[in-house]
C-alpha cells in the first residue's frame, strides 16, 4: 500500500468547556498509513499558531502530556492546570516530508473549540466567610459595649472616697459628696441635721463626723467673695 493511502485523523471533540484549574483533555486518534512525520497539536491556524504538543519535542516539565505515552495511534493530549489564556481554538496535524524535507501538514482534525470559566465558589466557601464575617461583626459589637460600658463606669465623684478610723471602730471608708459648682454640696443623712440631744431617745446612737475641707479654687459665677465650698459626710455607727 503506498503511504497515506487510507490513512485517518479523528478529531471528535468540537467544543470543550473546562473551569480555571481543571486538566483539560484533547482526543485525537489516527488510522492507517502515512508517510514519516510528526503528530502535533495546534492552538490556532494559519501564521498566528501555537505549537502545543510536538510528537518529536518532548518536554519532561511541560504541562502537556500524551494520555497514552508511546502509542502510534492514540495522540489524546491533557493540559493540566488550564488557565483563561488557554482558550482558543485546537488541531490535532499530521505532518510528513515534503520535497524540500521540510514537514508539510498531510492531515488536520476538524478543530476543538475550549473554553475556559472561572472557578465558581464551593458552598462550604461560601459558608465559612458567612461565619467569618459573622464573628468579626459580633467582636467588635463586644468591644464596643465594652468600651462604653467603661467610659460610664470612669464617670462618677470628682473626689475620692476616704478610710476614717475613729477610736475602737474599725476603718469605713467614706465617700464625699461634692455638690456643683454652682450647689452647695449635699447632705447624705437628712437626720444628721438634727442636734444629738434630739435623738437620744433612740436605740442606736449615731456617730456623726465631719470632713470639712475646701474643693479646688476654680473659678465660679454667682458666689461671694471669700466663701469657699465644704464636704459634709455622715456616718452612722450602731453604739455598743
Same mark, same amino acid.
Given at each position: 500500500a503506498q503511504p497515506g493511502q &487510507?490513512? #485517518?485523523?479523528?478529531?471528535?471533540?468540537?467544543?470543550? !468547556? /473546562?473551569?480555571? @484549574? $481543571? #486538566?483539560? #483533555?484533547?482526543n485525537c486518534i489516527t488510522s492507517g498509513i502515512a508517510g514519516p512525520g510528526p503528530v502535533m497539536w495546534l492552538k490556532g491556524w494559519g501564521s498566528g499558531n501555537k505549537t502545543v504538543y510536538d510528537q518529536k519535542n518532548k518536554d519532561p516539565s511541560s504541562r502537556v502530556t500524551m494520555a497514552v505515552p508511546e502509542s502510534d495511534t492514540d495522540f489524546t493530549i491533557?493540559?493540566?492546570?488550564?488557565?483563561? $489564556?488557554?482558550? @482558543? #481554538? *485546537? *488541531?490535532?496535524?499530521?505532518?510528513?516530508? =515534503?520535497?524540500? &524535507?521540510?514537514? $508539510? /501538514?498531510? +492531515?488536520? =482534525? !476538524? =478543530?476543538t473549540v475550549v473554553s475556559v470559566q472561572e472557578a465558581a465558589l464551593v458552598p462550604g466557601m461560601?459558608?465559612?466567610?458567612?461565619?467569618?464575617?459573622?464573628?468579626?461583626?459580633? =467582636?467588635?459589637?463586644?468591644?464596643?459595649?465594652? *468600651? +462604653? +460600658?467603661?467610659?460610664? &463606669?470612669?464617670?462618677?465623684?470628682?473626689?475620692?472616697? +476616704?478610710?476614717? %478610723?475613729m477610736g475602737s471602730f474599725s476603718s469605713v471608708p467614706l465617700q464625699c459628696c461634692a455638690g456643683t459648682p454652682g450647689t452647695p454640696s449635699e447632705v447624705l443623712d437628712a437626720e444628721s441635721s438634727h442636734p444629738p440631744?434630739?435623738?437620744?431617745?433612740? $436605740?442606736?446612737?449615731?456617730?456623726? *463626723? %465631719?470632713?470639712?475641707?475646701p474643693l479646688p479654687l476654680a473659678p465660679q459665677r454667682g458666689r461671694s467673695p471669700g466663701t469657699a465650698p465644704t464636704e459634709y459626710a455622715s456616718l452612722r455607727v450602731a453604739a455598743k
Open positions: &487510507g490513512f #485517518t485523523l479523528q478529531q471528535p471533540q468540537s467544543k470543550v !468547556s /473546562v473551569t480555571v @484549574g $481543571e #486538566t483539560l #483533555t484533547l491533557r493540559i493540566r492546570n488550564i488557565q483563561p $489564556e488557554d482558550m @482558543g #481554538t *485546537y *488541531y490535532c496535524v499530521k505532518f510528513v516530508k =515534503g520535497n524540500t &524535507g521540510e514537514d $508539510e /501538514v498531510f +492531515r488536520r =482534525g !476538524s =478543530g461560601v459558608a465559612a466567610a458567612v461565619v467569618l464575617c459573622f464573628l468579626l461583626l459580633l =467582636g467588635l459589637f463586644v468591644a464596643l459595649c465594652m *468600651y +462604653r +460600658r467603661k467610659r460610664q &463606669g470612669g464617670v462618677g465623684s470628682p473626689c475620692p472616697a +476616704r478610710t476614717v %478610723a440631744s434630739q435623738q437620744s431617745s433612740k $436605740e442606736e446612737h449615731n456617730i456623726h *463626723y %465631719a470632713d470639712l475641707q
